[in-house]
Nanobody, 120 residues
Framework: QVQLVESGGGLVQPGGSLRLSCAASGSIFSINFMGWYRQAQGNKRELVATITSSGITNYADSVKGRFTISRDNAKNTVYLQMNSLKPEDTTVYYC??????????????WGQGTQVTVSS
């Protein structure tokens, strides 16, 4: 029943900006944690940024000062504002949420991924 739908990916020039959005839908009771990960070497997902329900954020060193994560709890949506994009940022970005439903305790859900390409 729970789905995470991402949007906002695309092609941008180096130094440009994009804003990714991820909306969680379904019978959600509460969202404890939301974040963004990206596909890395070996098809592994590395942490980009996370945010708790209280607004505490955490960023990977590679994106500090360039990316900003935020959330709208009322809309069950998390955003990733990506500025000063570099070619190295090119990959698939995934939204993740640790949430509980009306019938289950906290579990982790993942979005389908959205492609970000930084190129001239």
């Amino acid at each position: 029943q729970v789905q995470l739908v991402e949007s906002g990916g695309g092609l941008v020039q180096p130094g440009g900006s994009l804003r990714l959005s991820c909306a969680a839908s379904g019978s959600i009771f509460s969202i404890n944690f939301m974040g963004w990960y990206r596909q890395a070497q070996g098809n592994k997902r590395e942490l980009v940024a996370t945010i708790t329900s209280s607004g505490i954020t955490n960023y990977a060193d590679s994106v500090k000062g360039r990316f900003t994560i935020s959330r709208d709890n009322a809309k069950n949506t998390v955003y990733l504002q990506m500025n000063s994009l570099k070619p190295e940022d090119t990959t698939v970005y995934y939204c993740s949420a640790a949430l509980s439903t009306l019938w289950q305790d906290t579990s982790t859900y993942w979005g389908q991924g959205t492609q970000v390409t930084v190129s001239s």
